[in-house]
C-alpha cells in the first residue's frame, strides 16, 4: 500500500502563494500517475490538477488554470502543488491521491474514483 504525506498548507492572503508538497512511500512512484483534489466542509471532493507518470502532462480544473501548477520529482518519489495568485474561495482541505495499476504505468485523470491511495489531507486558508 503506498503511504501518501501532504505538508505545506497554512493561512495565506489573498493574492499570495503556498507550495504543497506530498512525500510517496514505495518504491514504484515513478509509475504512478497523481493528482490532488480538495474538499470543503459538507461538500464532495472535486478535482484540482493532476500529472501523469513522468511529469510531461498536466491537467487542471478550469477554477485553478493559469494560477496554481503540478509537477512532481520522481527522485524524492514527492508531487508538488504551486498555488498562485490565490482567492478566498481556494480555502479547502487538499489532498493528494495516487494511481497506480501494477506493474505498468498509470494515467492521469480527474476522476478521484481511479484514485487508490490518499494522503490525509492539509489545510489551506486565503483569507480577504
Known amino acids: 500500500q503506498v503511504q501518501l504525506v501532504e505538508s505545506g498548507g497554512g493561512l495565506v492572503q489573498a493574492g499570495g502563494s503556498l507550495r504543497l508538497s506530498c512525500a510517496a512511500s514505495g518504491r514504484t512512484f515513478s509509475r504512478y500517475a497523481m493528482g490532488w483534489f480538495r474538499q470543503a466542509p459538507g461538500k464532495e471532493r472535486e478535482f484540482v490538477a493532476a500529472?501523469?507518470?513522468?511529469?510531461?502532462?498536466?491537467s487542471y480544473a478550469d477554477s485553478v488554470k493559469g494560477r496554481f501548477t503540478i509537477f512532481r520529482d520522481n527522485a524524492k518519489s514527492t508531487v508538488y502543488l504551486q498555488m498562485n495568485s490565490m482567492k478566498p474561495e481556494d480555502t479547502d482541505v487538499y489532498y493528494c491521491a495516487a494511481r497506480f495499476t501494477g506493474s505498468t504505468t498509470a494515467t492521469m485523470s480527474d476522476d478521484l474514483n481511479l484514485y487508490r491511495s490518499w494522503g490525509q489531507g492539509t489545510q489551506v486558508t486565503v483569507s480577504s
Open positions: 500529472i501523469s507518470w513522468d511529469g510531461g502532462s498536466t
